[in-house]
């Protein structure tokens, strides 16, 4: 009978051996570097951001001592440089106040839908579980860092203006600039159907949710998960007022964004195409294409729901 023998598995073990420690020497650096501009928030909102998720999003990474032999320790490096890429707490400060008030509202969706944190890290370090009292700390700061102002007659009378001027002019803007990725503004979106809507508690913003002809029909015969390629929404969003009657109205134009379905030709982005238009003057948001990561980034824990937040009013997902 063929087999190893004492002598042949002592050989194999130290084969073995050899080879484990000789992977330790193959160590991606992963530095931590200064802290620049750290979120500054509550002793209590910060003691969860730092126990649960500082590790893989700042520049004070501590791995456990599991995580330092490879190849765990490739893993663990290559998680925490996707993290800090994405949300990095030790520099979110350097970004305008709504801008990391944004950051933090999107962070908490993640949390809430059970995407971070990630569900394989938490099982090895436990200590990274956000429960839901800690969940309502962060939301409640996240409100009470929003203003409640009450606005002027004046105000109201400037936003109903333009909200009149939005419901009746083709366009906002003369010439509307594409989208850094190359997707053009549709201005007909303001004669789609409304199909849903929803707000935004970190920068106080109401939204309607438009869908074109496809969306529509996609709904009316419950084909949404997937949606069919040719689908696309219309997220417009302004921000609300407070009125003094308790009232909340629609207040300034915010910006609008769109979704559109065509799985090969957005292959590279979960198979929606990406894009948004910022104020009054339709100001194409991102620097370079690369801002569809940020959208992605929001998306990507959605897939059972092919990519979508917000469930259409009448449909079922």
């Given at each position: 009978m063929n087999g190893f023998g004492p002598g042949r598995w002592k050989w194999v073990a130290l084969i073995l051996a050899l080879g484990f420690?000789?992977?330790?020497?193959?160590?991606?650096?992963l530095p931590?570097?200064?802290?620049?501009?750290?979120?500054?928030?509550?002793?209590?909102?910060?003691?969860?951001?730092?126990?649960?998720?500082?590790?893989?999003?700042?520049?004070?990474?501590?791995?456990?001592?599991?995580?330092?032999?490879?190849?765990?320790?490739?893993?663990?490096?290559?998680?925490?440089?996707?993290?800090r890429k994405h949300l990095n707490f030790s520099e979110i400060g350097s970004l305008p106040l709504a801008q990391q008030q944004g950051v933090l509202f999107e962070s908490i969706s993640q949390i809430e839908l059970g995407?971070?944190?990630l569900p394989a890290y938490e099982r090895l370090h436990p200590e990274s579980e956000?429960?839901?009292?800690?969940?309502?700390?962060?939301?409640?700061?996240?409100?009470?860092?929003?203003?409640n102002r009450v606005v002027t007659a004046e105000e109201i009378g400037s936003a109903d203006a333009e909200y009149e001027k939005w419901v009746h002019s083709p366009s906002l803007a003369k010439e509307v600039s594409p989208a850094p990725n190359g997707i053009g503004f549709l201005p007909d979106y303001k004669n789609w159907r409304?199909?849903?809507?929803?707000?935004?508690?970190?920068?106080?913003?109401?939204?309607?949710?438009?869908?074109?002809?496809i969306a529509v029909n996609a709904i009316a015969h419950n084909q949404i998960n997937p949606w069919p390629d040719g689908t696309a929404f219309a997220k417009v969003a302004?921000?609300?007022?407070?009125?003094g009657t308790g009232a909340i109205r629609t207040g300034a134009f915010f910006q609008v964004e769109f979704m559109m379905r065509d799985n090969?030709?957005?292959?590279?982005?979960?198979?929606?195409?990406?894009?948004?238009?910022?104020g009054a003057d339709l100001?194409?948001?991102?620097?370079?294409?690369?801002?569809?990561?940020?959208?992605?980034?929001c998306h990507i824990a959605l897939s059972k729901t092919d990519y979508v937040f917000t469930a259409p009013i009448g449909g079922q997902q």
């Open positions: 420690l000789g992977i330790q020497f193959i160590r991606p650096a931590n570097k200064p802290v620049t501009a750290e979120l500054q928030v509550p002793p209590d909102v910060k003691q969860i951001l730092k126990t649960s998720c500082y590790n893989c999003h700042s520049n004070e990474t501590r791995l456990s001592w599991f995580d330092k032999p490879a190849p765990a320790y490739w893993i663990v490096s290559n998680h925490v440089k996707e993290g995407a971070m944190p956000i429960t839901p009292q800690q969940l309502t700390v962060l939301k409640n700061y996240l409100n009470s860092a929003v203003s409304a199909i849903s809507s929803t707000e935004r508690d970190d920068n106080h913003t109401m939204r309607v949710i438009l869908g074109n002809d302004w921000l609300q007022q407070l009125d090969k030709k957005y292959a590279d982005t979960l198979g929606w195409g990406f894009a948004r238009w910022r100001k194409p948001y991102g620097k370079d294409a690369t801002f569809t990561g940020e959208c992605v980034g």
